[in-house]
């Protein structure tokens, strides 16, 4: 694996956990 890869993988990952971060916090404002 080269390091464009690692990057991008990382950066997927950071954004799949901000997402569902941010979804959380909705579903507590709402409820």
């Known amino acids: 694996?080269?390091?464009q890869k690692v990057h991008e993988r990382r950066w997927q990952i950071l954004a799949v956990m901000s997402l569902s971060l941010v979804i959380?916090?909705?579903n507590n404002v709402t409820v």
Do not use: V
């Open 1 to 3: 694996m080269d390091a």
């Open 24 to 26: 959380t916090l909705l």
